[in-house]
């Protein structure tokens, strides 16, 4: 083949999947009218149904999940990722117990967000909406597609789900299983696609797809989610990327301390919760440094430490660069260094942290007010762990991402963040007092 002939074969091919997620968009559109009128009854049978197929579908699942496991290890990818990418029978149940939570959650479609009645008798609501269709970008995390299918579906959405190719079996068997029973009950068969995932391109098309796709969420590593909010022309919400914290004040509990230092990193180090940097107050640095870095070492955890945590020693522990400190590690390691007072502690957040999940182990009330009125992340805790930052912890059911940014949604996103809201106004005959335009006339309204 030619030079010419194979840069043709290649652009035909492109164009080729430009038109198969647009297409997919097409029929999600198409597809959105229908589930924005179901009734809440509808919705949560649907994801009663899911539930109980996905546990009684789990060995096709799990052995399709056990060939991307399969590919990923011979392709030597990280074990952090593998822990991301298994699924187990456990898993599964956790899934399908997710989509009854959510089942059991409020509808937010319909809600009124607030209302008035105006001195002219004008009755106005603003009431939730669904947002149409919602583009999911995601990698090797086959819970996100009935994460993101179950909340979708609830709130009224079609949903496109463009998982990782390191997860295609996986997701391609959670999705004939999802398809299968919104086809069951009489619901639109597009409602939940699964689209292309060995083209990069495909990610593309979906984040370009305006007017057909009304806002797209991506989840993932700072380079997957930094390519979508920046090439995208479909409205995107920011989520996820966590280098999170653990602050350790002077006045902190040890024991409590070591506790919610070792289930923020230890817990499940391949999550955005999971704490990346330890902080420590200098006045107790002496006293909870050698047993943190000893517990962490039985956790398997290399702490990457500046010069006073290196000098305090251990097996674990080798220098920091500055790299660490901007590092979300997503594996057994984390950045630790000592500060001479809690602003400093605060001046390091704001310098290196992400805006996800903050936290400060001390008993001091104040130093606990200064902490959360001075860091500025979607989640701040007091003596509790940086892995509650979670949708299922906080009673949301699933999530479908944990936002960073600060408009439309921050922090966990459940039901609520994925509907609009529309004006409605209900009057008797009411017009507007004034006269005719002379001519023509553009917003702003007047």
């Known amino acids: 083949m030619t030079t010419t002939e194979s840069t043709t074969t290649e652009k035909a091919s492109g164009e080729q999947l430009r038109e198969q997620v647009r297409d997919a968009a097409r029929r999600a559109k198409r597809a959105s ?79 009124v967000v607030r209302g008035n009645v105006l001195p002219n008798g004008l009755q106005l609501q603003q009431v939730r909406v669904p947002l149409g269709v919602v583009g999911i970008v995601y990698e090797g995390r086959p819970n996100v597609t009935v994460d993101a299918a179950g909340l979708a579906l609830k709130a009224g959405n079609a949903v496109l789900l463009r998982g990782s190719s390191s997860a295609e079996s996986s997701n391609t068997a959670l999705v004939e299983v999802l398809a299968d029973v919104v086809a069951e009950h009489g619901l639109p068969a597009d409602s939940v696609q699964l689209l292309p995932c060995h083209d990069r391109a495909s990610v593309q098309h979906l984040i370009t797809a305006r007017g057909l796709v009304d806002v797209v969420i991506p989840r993932g590593g700072a380079g997957l989610i930094s390519a979508v909010v920046e090439n995208a022309t479909v409205p995107a919400i920011e989520t996820g990327v966590g280098n999170c914290h653990v602050y350790v004040d002077a006045s902190a509990d040890v024991d409590t301390a070591l506790r919610i230092l070792l289930n923020s990193k230890a817990r499940r180090t391949s999550v955005c919760n999971a704490a990346e940097t330890v902080l420590v107050h200098e006045a107790i640095a002496e006293e909870f440094l050698p047993r943190a870095i000893a517990e962490l070492a039985g956790a398997g955890v290399t702490v990457h430490g500046d010069e ?54 001390t008993t001091d009330v104040r130093a606990a007010r200064q902490f959360t009125a001075q860091v500025d992340a979607a989640a701040v805790m007091v003596n509790a762990s940086t892995a509650f930052t ?10 479908i991402g944990i936002s960073t940014q600060k408009l439309h949604a921050r922090g966990p996103m459940g039901l609520p963040e994925l509907t609009s809201t529309k004006w409605l106004a209900f009057g008797d005959g009411h017009v507007r007092p004034g006269s005719a335009p002379a001519g023509p006339t553009s917003c702003p309204a007047s």
Do not use: C
């Not at 009218?33 to 509808?42: D, N, P, V, W, Y």
């Not at 149904?49 to 096709?60: G, I």
């Not at 630790?336 to 001046?347: C, F, G, I, M, T």
């Open 308 to 361: 006073r945590v290196v000098a305090v020693g251990g097996s674990n522990v080798v220098p920091a660069t500055d790299e660490d400190w901007d590092t979300e590690y997503l594996s057994a390691d984390i950045a630790a260094a000592v500060v001479d007072s809690l602003p400093a502690a605060v001046e390091h957040i704001r310098e290196h942290g992400s805006g996800h999940t903050e936290a400060i182990v």
């Open 390 to 399: 979670d949708g299922g912890e906080f009673g949301m059911g699933a999530e």
């Open 33 to 111: 009218a229908g589930l924005a009128q179901a009734t809440r009854s509808t919705k949560d049978a649907l994801l009663h149904a899911m539930a109980d197929a996905l546990v009684k579908r789990a060995p096709e699942i799990l052995a399709a999940n056990e060939r991307d496991v399969a590919r990923g290890r011979e392709s030597g990818m990280a074990e952090g990722l593998i822990d991301r990418l298994s699924l187990s029978t456990e898993r599964i149940e956790a899934m399908a117990d997710g989509l009854r939570t959510v089942a059991g959650l409020p509808d937010p479609v319909g809600e």
